[in-house]
């Protein structure tokens, strides 16, 4: 499951293919210059990434932690059921 930025269907769709579905998109103003992956317990926060782009100076961190993962996951779950 993936919730990706407006931009990606019209600007980089190709991306679509390469994560595979399923996959719902953001309203077009909460799109945002971070993303974050969650999996097992670790979550991994990206800092100046748009959809084909990278920062010049991208920041990446990993956090790991079984609660926090959780909790991210909550978080990410209360989204995709919304949109």
Do not use: C
Not at 61 to 83: H, I, N, P, T
Request: aromatic share 16%; proline share 7%.
């Amino acid at each position: 499951m993936h919730i990706f930025d407006y931009e990606v269907k019209e600007q980089k769709p190709e991306i679509l293919n390469l994560v595979g579905g399923p996959y719902k998109f953001l309203p077009k103003n909460y799109s945002s210059p971070t993303s974050v992956d969650i999996f097992g317990d670790r979550v991994v926060s990206f800092i100046g990434t748009r959809p084909g782009q990278l920062a010049e100076e991208p920041v990446q961190f990993v956090m790991k932690s079984r609660a926090l993962a959780e909790g991210y996951k909550k978080f990410f779950q209360f989204m995709w059921d919304r949109l």
